[in-house]
Nanobody
Framework: QVQLVESGGGLVQAGGSLRLSCAASGIIFSINDMGWYRQAPGKQRELVATISRDGYINYADSVKGRFAISRDNAKKTVYLQMNSLKPEDTAVYYC??????????????WGQGTQVTVSA
């Protein structure tokens, strides 16, 4: 069983910063793409940023220049540094990963989500 456990969410004032972490655990042979998505109340889940195993990065236009995604392959962990936060960044942030489980093959997994609230 593979689990993605997020941490680092919370309440912050506009202009502030937060750092999210997501650690993968379980019987994992390899992890390919890892990423962050978010879902605000009444809206669909949207991509925030993704990073491949080799470090190729993709950002949503709305977070370019403010957010930075990184990963530590040895720790099976992905991070999201969020700076210059805006009230419209308020959402539940979900970690996502493509994981190779030796007995099953490749599967896509989601974390349980962590709330980020940015006050005006």
């Amino acid at each position: 069983q593979v689990q993605l456990v997020e941490s680092g969410g919370g309440l912050v004032q506009a202009g502030g910063s937060l750092r999210l972490s997501c650690a993968a655990s379980g019987i994992i042979f390899s992890i390919n793409d890892m990423g962050w998505y978010r879902q605000a109340p009444g809206k669909q889940r949207e991509l925030v940023a993704t990073i491949s195993r080799d470090g190729y990065i993709n950002y949503a236009d709305s977070v370019k220049g403010r957010f930075a995604i990184s990963r530590d392959n040895a720790k099976k962990t992905v991070y999201l540094q969020m700076n210059s936060l805006k009230p419209e960044d308020t959402a539940v942030y979900y970690c996502n990963a493509d994981v190779l489980v030796t007995t099953v093959g490749w599967n896509n997994y989601w974390g349980q989500g962590t709330q980020v609230t940015v006050s005006a």
